[in-house]
C-alpha cells in the first residue's frame, strides 16, 4: 500500500498552544510539495465555539450555540490562518461545490480532531468514506490529528470520546490497527504523596486520587469485542507510516495493547520511545471484524446458548447479570 500518514495525537502542548505547533516542522515536512490542503472540520471540536462566537459578536449578532456549519468555519478559519504561516494554502471540504470531487482531486487531507462520533457519521452521510480510503492507500499525503487519527484505524471503539450515534464503528482501516491518543498511563502515587500534594492544591490531589476506569481498562472491554491491536499514543507522540513502515515520532512515546488469541496481554507493557521503529503493527494484522458483526453476534447469542443454561443462569440472566 502507497500510504503516506502523519497521524498525531493532539494538537496543542501545555508548551505550545497554537495549533500543531510542536509538531510543525514534521507538518511541513509531511506535506512538502504540497501546494493546497483540503481540511476536513467534521469533528468540530467545542474549542471552535469561542471561534464561532467571536465572529458572531463582530458582526454585532446576538450569541446563542453556533451551529454545525458555523463551527466548521470558524474552525476552517482558524487553520487556515496556521497553514499560511507554515507555508500552504488551506480550503475546508464544506467549502467545496462537490466534497466528492474535492476529495478525489486533493493534493493531501488534514483531518481536524474533535469528536470522533461526529467525524465518522459525517464522513459517511457525505460519502466520503470510501473516496477518501482510496486515495489515501493510492498515496494521497495524509495528516489526522486526534480524532483524526483515531479514524484512520479500522474502528473508532478506541477514542476517548462521548459515543454518538453512527452508522458503524468501522473506520478507514488506513492502519490494520486501531489508535487511542491522548493516553494515559496509570499513575503510580501513594497516599502520602497525594496529601503532600493536597496541602498546596487540593483539586490537584482529588483528580490524583480519581478512581475511575483507567485508559487500558478501556481498551481491555474494548478487547471483549475486537481482535485489533491498540495503540495508546501519548500526547506528543506522532505515528508515521510510509508504505509498510510505522515510525514513532515526536516528543512522547506510546503504548502497545495487543489481544493475545482469547486473553487480552497487556504484561510485561509494551511501552515505545520516540525513535522506536513499529513496523510489526503492519504484520499479520488479525481478520477483520466488523462492528455490525458484533452487534449481531450480540442479539444472537441468546438464541445459540439460552437452552444450555441452568435455572439459576437464565434468571441471572434475565435480571442482566
Ligand atoms: N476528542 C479527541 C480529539 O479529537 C479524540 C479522542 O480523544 O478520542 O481531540
Not at 500510504?3 to 510543525?24: H, P
Not at 467545496?96 to 464522513?123: C, M
Request: proline share 6%.
Amino acid at each position: 500500500m502507497d500510504r503516506n500518514l502523519l497521524l498525531v495525537s493532539n494538537s496543542k502542548t501545555a508548551a505550545d498552544k497554537r495549533f500543531l505547533g510542536y509538531c510543525e516542522h514534521e507538518v511541513q515536512e509531511h506535506f512538502a510539495g504540497v501546494n493546497t490542503v483540503l481540511f476536513i472540520p467534521y469533528a468540530e471540536p467545542n474549542a471552535v465555539d469561542a471561534l464561532a462566537l467571536n465572529t458572531r459578536r463582530a458582526r454585532g449578532e446576538t450569541l446563542d450555540i453556533p451551529c454545525s456549519n458555523e463551527r466548521r468555519q470558524a474552525y476552517t478559519d482558524h487553520l487556515r490562518e496556521r497553514f499560511q504561516q507554515m507555508g500552504f494554502n488551506l480550503v475546508g471540504i464544506h467549502e467545496q461545490d462537490n466534497p466528492i470531487e474535492a476529495v478525489k482531486n486533493a493534493e493531501a487531507v488534514y483531518i481536524g480532531g474533535g469528536n470522533t462520533f461526529d467525524l465518522l457519521r459525517a464522513l459517511y452521510s457525505n460519502g466520503l468514506f470510501h473516496p477518501l480510503q482510496k486515495r489515501v492507500t493510492e498515496g494521497m499525503p495524509y495528516l489526522g490529528v486526534s480524532a483524526g487519527t483515531v479514524v484512520a484505524g479500522m474502528n473508532i471503539g478506541s477514542s476517548n470520546d462521548n459515543s454518538k450515534p453512527v452508522p458503524s464503528l468501522d473506520a478507514l482501516e488506513l492502519v490494520p490497527f486501531c489508535i487511542k491518543p491522548h493516553y494515559l498511563d496509570p499513575l503510580v502515587i501513594s497516599n502520602e504523596q497525594i496529601e503532600l500534594i493536597r496541602a498546596v492544591h487540593a483539586q490537584a490531589a482529588h483528580r490524583l486520587a480519581h478512581q475511575g476506569e483507567q485508559h487500558f481498562e478501556r481498551i481491555m472491554e474494548f478487547h471483549h469485542d475486537f481482535p485489533y491491536t491498540v495503540v495508546g499514543v501519548h500526547e506528543g507522540g506522532i505515528l508515521q507510516v510510509k508504505g509498510d513502515h510505522v515510525n514513532l515520532i515526536g516528543t512522547h512515546g506510546a503504548r502497545v495493547l495487543q489481544k493475545n488469541g482469547f486473553v487480552t496481554k497487556y504484561e510485561p507493557p509494551q511501552f515505545y520511545e520516540p525513535g522506536a521503529s513499529l513496523d510489526f503493527l503492519l504484520q499479520n494484522p488479525p481478520k477483520k471484524v466488523s462492528s455490525n458483526a458484533v452487534l449481531h453476534r450480540a442479539e444472537r447469542a441468546p438464541d445459540s446458548w439460552f437452552a444450555n443454561l441452568s435455572e439459576f443462569e437464565r434468571t441471572m440472566f434475565l435480571l442482566g447479570y
